[in-house]
């Protein structure tokens, strides 16, 4: 959603992340900065999201055959508490995601 002042709504403001607190607006808004600064680990990931034990060990299973990297403003829209958040599904690995399905089988939406 687009606010009259032409700006996204829904995301976090990127200084109240602890990982992030002490980027500058023109480093936030470069697109080489957010790809250098893409989140690829658990130990990332939980400084942006809450997350469990066992949604840690899900992750780091997964990424044995997945790779991870989600850009610091991607990661920004995602709700930090809410484990349902279509962002957070989308961007983090399950365990489930990580199962090879035969040809032509996809896996089922959640």
Known sequence: MIKKDGHLTGGRDYRKIPIWKDVSKAEWDDW???LRNRITSVDQLKQVVEMT???QR????????LRMAITPYFASL????DRNCPI???AIPDGQGSQAQPRGHAR???
């Open 32 to 34: 080489k900065w957010q």
């Open 53 to 55: 034990e066992k949604e």
């Open 58 to 65: 899900e992750v780091n299973t997964a990424l044995k055959s």
């Open 78 to 81: 995602m709700d930090p508490k």
């Open 88 to 90: 957070r599904r989308r």
């Open 108 to 110: 089922p939406a959640p």
